[in-house]
């Protein structure tokens, strides 16, 4: 538990942001990052840069840029590492991707360009839809690992950063359980040397991070650090890990809608969710095995918001489907339907229908800078092991083993705000307000 008003570091020198994965997310990431510097964009959709924080009472009229509050990491001194299956470097593949226009990508072709991602950690037994040329080779999985952790020192050297986080922003794996090997360190690393199956290649990058002093963020559903023997490496080696699954389109809008709905005691009848989606992300869920965990991770949101078990008359029997379908014209502007049949006063039926034409990449660039910039804070600021207070951004919020996840979304902001605040030792907001009136 850190104390209040704990002191934080302040952000001095060049914070180094390893991306795992070149593709839309991360290169509309870093195009945008480098657009807002030059002044050829705003930070939109970005609650360090963008969102206020309220402190003490209303009547004191004091909200500041949250950016002002807590030391964050300017953007002027972020430096981006990749590494990926292809050898295209950010420019070449923010093309491929398609999501922003050439116009201005040509204005920050000479910064991206600089951005040429190493060799990646891969095996195509875990996507089975992606195959290419640019990955390492090894004899074992901890070899796999060593030679990471020689890259991320490299990197660090080379661009003279201070500080790293790392943040997955590659392909959703197949469907993985906890193991008996992911119980441990010892067991995990002795897996890794056997090249046990269950050691998916998330693991090896999240491992090789933690082992080298970089707090980790998983941007997919994958289990990744969701395993006992990296929340204790997180913990030993005091550094910050946080995912999983960068909440962007349909299920943004499910942890909007849902406390609503359990707001007015309404009832859910059934939810039916489908997706169509065209870039490499569309591509990978094709297969059933990486389908699988993006269903798991998507699922698990209503349960959690609506708590049958509590509210049984409302919410004990709801149906609630998803689907995700490829559709290669569509690209990385992805279209979700849902259809919510919902009852009311004396059971009467009615329904919601959205149709969100979202851009899937667009809503995650900005997720993937604000968790860059509060990993450090939390490192800066000695924060380990799991973050929940960064769940606001995540599908599938990791917790402690004898919680369940928050995932109503306003829950979520507040006690990120919260914990900021409980950082710079100011009041924790309980929206009480019955001072005002005695």
Request: aromatic share 8%.
């Amino acid at each position: 538990m850190i104390e209040k008003g704990a002191p934080v570091a302040e952000p001095k020198g060049k914070l180094g942001v390893l991306l795992v994965g070149m593709g839309a997310v991360t290169t509309t990431f870093i195009a945008g990052v480098e657009a807002i510097k030059k002044g050829l964009a705003k930070p939109i959709g970005s609650l360090t840069q963008m969102g206020t924080i309220r402190l003490g009472k209303r009547t004191e009229g004091r909200s500041p840029l949250i950016k002002d509050f807590v030391p964050l990491a300017d953007l002027n001194d972020l430096v981006f590492g990749t590494w990926d299956i292809f050898e295209d470097n950010a420019y070449e593949a923010a093309l491929h991707a398609g999501v922003l226009e050439k116009e201005i990508l040509l204005q920050l072709k000479p910064q991206l360009s600089r951005v040429k991602p190493m060799s990646a950690v891969f095996d195509q037994e875990y996507v089975k839809r992606l195959s290419g040329t640019n990955i390492k080779k090894g004899e074992s999985k901890m070899d796999l690992a060593l030679q990471l952790m020689v890259d991320i020192a490299d990197f660090k050297k080379k661009n003279n950063c201070s500080r790293m986080v790392m943040v997955w922003c590659a392909s959703t794996e197949i469907f993985i359980k906890q193991h008996a090997v992911h119980k441990t360190i010892a067991s995990f690393e002795k897996a890794m040397q056997a090249n046990h199956k269950a050691i998916a290649p998330s693991m090896i990058y999240a491992y090789a991070a933690l082992k080298s002093g970089v707090g980790f963020a998983n941007g997919a559903p994958n289990l990744t650090v969701d395993i006992p023997a990296l929340t204790q490496l997180a913990e030993q080696q005091n550094l910050p890990i946080c995912g999983k699954d960068f909440k962007t389109g349909q299920t943004l809008m499910k942890t909007m809608i849902a406390p609503g709905l359990k707001a007015r005691m309404l009832g859910l009848a059934g939810w039916y969710s489908t997706n169509i989606l065209g870039n490499r992300d569309g591509e990978v869920l094709d297969d059933p095995g990486s389908f699988k965990t993006k269903e798991e991770s998507k699922l698990s949101v209503l349960e959690h918001i609506l708590q049958p078990e509590v509210y049984p008359d409302l919410y004990s029997d709801f149906s609630h489907i998803v689907r995700i379908n490829y559709y290669p014209p569509r690209g990385d502007n992805k279209e979700g339907w849902d259809n919510i049949d919902i009852f009311g006063w004396l059971g009467y039926p009615m329904q919601i229908k959205i149709d969100f034409l979202c851009r899937d990449s667009i809503l995650a660039a900005p997720i993937v800078l604000d968790l860059a910039l509060f990993m450090d804070l939390a490192q800066r600021t000695g924060m380990r092991g799991i973050q929940e207070w960064l769940s606001f951004y995540f599908k599938s919020p990791m917790c402690a083993p004898q919680l369940y996840p928050e995932h109503d979304l306003f829950i979520q902001l507040m006690k990120l705000k919260n914990t900021l605040r409980h950082l710079r030792g100011e009041e924790l907001i309980t929206h009480l307000g019955l001072e005002y009136y005695d």
